[in-house]
């Protein structure tokens, strides 16, 4: 197995299933679009996160990382 890059463990920090880092990152598109429409510089950071979730879930999905303890 490998180790997983520092990007993945903080993004999966206490998420241990897949799902729950795909509800994640849909939860922070969400936010960040409901945001933009308040106030643009809100909405930023949740972009990023989204972002991070999904390269996140990519790495773990080629390197077949899911079965974590």
């Keep these: 197995m ?3 890059p520092v990007f993945v463990q ?5 998420l241990r299933r ?3 880092v795909v509800t994640f990152m849909w939860l922070s598109l969400w936010v960040a ?14 972009v990023l996160a989204a972002l991070w979730y999904g390269l996140a879930i990519r790495w ?8 974590l303890k």
């Design 60 to 67: 773990m999905d080629r390197n077949q990382q899911w079965n």
């Design 33 to 46: 679009a409901a945001s933009l429409a308040v106030k643009f510089w809100m909405g930023g950071g949740f």
């Design 10 to 14: 903080l993004a999966l920090y206490g």
């Design 2 to 4: 490998k180790e997983c």
């Design 18 to 20: 897949r799902l729950w």
